[in-house]
């Protein structure tokens, strides 16, 4: 069955290092987005994909982040400057044009030290 | 903004008691309803999806209702088990993103 990728699984990073989350969603979806769920927090909305630009964004993606579609397969989630702050579960979902479903990858944690 | 509020936080119950999870979302205007399933630390596991045409969707001992027009849902869970213990989470969908709630977190105890 088909599922979304995300990787590293856990990644360690020195706060004001750069950051980039990994993604491969599923091969014929076209919409992608990006999930933060901060420990014992709810999950929270980042940002929306479609057609090589962001549809929405939320107050919490400021300019310190980025997406990225380099290829056909992945999708990036770049944080520049990394605050201690940041340490959260990040997940990647897609979705196809049909489907009303979103599919989720396992997430990345994300610690800033 | 959507607002999303589950009740109760925390739950805990004997094996084989059905448990009931309610959700409450503020805004009406919804595409769908899911519920997902959290262990700690691990991602989200998708259990149903309600699209807001729907009143109920059931797989196996999980069945989930959806009142649009009062802004409720509510997940059951028959004859609960220990493998059930975990967080279970409701989102809405809007045009273009799921808002959460925070989760009911539950035990059953053996």
């Known amino acids: 069955e088909p599922e979304v990728t995300q990787t590293p699984s856990h990644q360690v990073t020195q706060m004001g290092q750069e950051v980039i989350l990994r993604c491969v969603p599923i091969?014929?979806?076209?919409?992608f987005y990006w999930y933060r769920q901060i420990l014992g927090q709810k999950v929270e909305f980042l940002v929306s994909f479609y057609n090589n630009e962001i549809s929405e964004k939320s107050e919490i993606f400021d300019d310190q982040f980025s997406v990225e579609r380099p290829d056909g397969s992945n999708f990036t989630l770049k944080i520049r400057s990394t605050k201690l702050e940041d340490s959260a579960m990040y997940f990647c979902?897609?979705?196809?044009?049909?489907?009303?479903?979103?599919?989720f990858g396992q997430g990345t944690r994300l610690t800033v030290v | 903004k959507q607002e999303v509020t589950q009740i109760p936080a925390a739950l805990s119950v004997p094996e084989g008691e059905n448990l009931v999870l309610n959700c409450s979302f503020t805004d009406s205007a919804i595409y769908n309803l899911q519920w997902f399933r959290q262990d700690p630390g691990k991602g989200l596991t998708s259990l149903l999806l309600?699209?807001?045409?729907?009143r109920e969707q059931t797989s196996g001992r999980l069945n989930a209702s959806l009142d649009k027009s009062s802004g409720r849902s509510t997940l059951y869970i028959a004859a609960s088990q220990p493998g059930d213990s975990a967080t279970y989470l409701c989102?809405?969908?809007?045009?273009?993103?799921?808002?959460f709630g925070a989760g009911t977190t539950v035990t059953v105890r053996a």
């Open positions: 989102a809405v969908q809007d045009d273009y993103k799921l808002s």
């Open positions: 979902a897609s979705k196809d044009r049909i489907s009303v479903e979103a599919f």
């Open positions: 309600i699209q807001s045409s729907q």
């Open positions: 091969s014929n979806h076209l919409y």
